[in-house]
C-alpha cells in the first residue's frame, strides 16, 4: 500500500530495518538518514549523538560532510540534469564555466579521472590575472 507521499509503509519500514542494522553491528553509535526519490524525502535518525550522555540522534544534529558533498549532493544533482538532458556528462566543463579552458569532462571530475591532482591549480588553463594574484 502506497503513502501520500509515494513510498510504502513496507519500502520505509526496509529502509529503516537497513540502517538499524548498522547500528546493531556497532559501526557507529548513532546516525541520520535522508532517502530522497523524486516523490518524497524519507528520513530517520537512530542511536545516540554522545555515548557520554546517551543523548539521542535528531533532526538538530549536524554534521561535517567536507568532501562528501560531490558524492551527497553534486552527483546526484549533475546526474538527474543529465536524465532531464541539460547536460551531457561528455561534455567538457568549458562548456558551462567559459573561464575554464582545460582539457575535463565533467563525467571526469565526478570519477576523480581528471588527471588533477588534489588542491592541484592548473596555471595552464587560468587567464593571465587570475594567475598572477594565485601566484
Not at 542511536?47 to 560532510?65: A, I, K
Not at 563525467?107 to 591549480?121: D, E, M, T, V
Amino acid at each position: 500500500m502506497n503513502t501520500p507521499n509515494g513510498l510504502s509503509r513496507e519500502t520505509r519500514q526496509g529502509i529503516h530495518d537497513l540502517f538499524a542494522s548498522v547500528l546493531k553491528q556497532k559501526l557507529v553509535p548513532g546516525l541520520g538518514y535522508t532517502v530522497v526519490t523524486e516523490e518524497e524525502t524519507c528520513q530517520g535518525w537512530l542511536g545516540c549523538r554522545d555515548l557520554t550522555t546517551g543523548e539521542p540522534m535528531g533532526e538538530d544534529c549536524l554534521y561535517d560532510c567536507a568532501s562528501l558533498t560531490k558524492v551527497m549532493v553534486t552527483t546526484p544533482l549533475i546526474l538527474r540534469a543529465a536524465r532531464q538532458g541539460r547536460l551531457k556528462l561528455a561534455d567538457p566543463l568549458s562548456a558551462y564555466l567559459p573561464d575554464y579552458q582545460g582539457p575535463a569532462t565533467i563525467a571526469q571530475c565526478l570519477l576523480h579521472s581528471s588527471g588533477y591532482r588534489p588542491g592541484q591549480i592548473d596555471y595552464r588553463y587560468m587567464k593571465k590575472e587570475e594567475v598572477e594574484v594565485k601566484k
